[in-house]
């Protein structure tokens, strides 16, 4: 069975500074991956996305993550963050090939000070 | 560009009262996801739709059921609510492909 492991529940940052959000993930087939952003009270925003092909990701608002096979890892990156980027932000996968549910790491808040 | 719609946006409804979510996919996406979110939790799935079949099934309650009908919508039918079911209920929808696209979401607050 597939899992979603995202390693910290909460990550404080100061504005500009660079961040970084781990995923890992368990699968014993192939996988898609995504991470999704959600702001107080409203639905999940598709950040970005890997279905196949270059490891590295670039997604909105200045997000990228790299895929990592041999470490099973889709970690995001933004290089400077600001006040706005704060909220709730999910790693998920598919399982390639079965287009079935995603499955939710338990989410990390970003919480950026100024 | 049309996204997905789900309504009502809220709902308030006492214990033991029924529900009805309703979720219009985006046009000519033929399977539908429904998700619960509970408070502070990651979004779990309940079920899916796959031209209106049900096509998976997660952790849904037996006093849930839900159907897609023949223009592509589906509902999300809750019987005798419980406290522990005010959740932000979520819906996506599917093309060919693998992304899903997400509702709004409704939150349904059970007194």
């Known amino acids: 069975a597939q899992s979603v492991t995202q390693l910290d529940s909460q990550v404080p940052v100061f504005e500009e500074a660079p961040v970084e959000l781990r995923c890992n993930y368990s699968?014993?087939?192939?996988?898609?991956l995504f991470w999704y952003v959600q702001y107080p009270n409203q639905g999940l925003q598709l950040l970005l996305k890997y279905l196949s092909g270059s490891t590295l990701v670039k997604g909105i608002n200045g997000f990228e993550a790299e895929f990592n096979k041999s470490q099973t890892s889709f970690h995001l990156r933004k290089p400077s963050v600001h006040i706005s980027d704060t909220a709730e932000y999910f790693c998920?996968?598919?399982?390639?090939?079965?287009?079935?549910?995603?499955?939710f790491g338990a989410g990390t808040r970003l919480a950026v000070h100024p | 560009a049309a996204g997905v719609i789900q309504s009502p946006r809220h709902l308030i409804k006492e214990k033991r009262e029924t529900a009805t979510l309703k979720c219009y996919p985006i046009p000519r996406h033929d399977t539908v996801y429904w998700y619960q979110q509970g408070p502070g939790q990651d979004p779990q799935f309940l079920i899916s739709?796959?031209?209106?079949?049900?096509?998976d099934k997660g952790s849904i309650p037996d006093r849930f059921s839900a159907q897609q009908f023949s223009d592509y919508h589906s509902e999300l039918n809750m019987s005798s609510l419980e406290l522990g079911d005010s959740a932000l209920y979520f819906c996506a929808s599917r093309p060919q492909g693998a992304q899903q696209y997400f509702g709004p979401g409704t939150r349904l607050t059970v007194t």
């Open positions: 699968s014993s087939v192939s996988v898609y």
């Open positions: 998920a996968v598919i399982p390639s090939g079965g287009y079935n549910k995603l499955i």
């Open positions: 739709f796959y031209e209106k079949m049900q096509s």
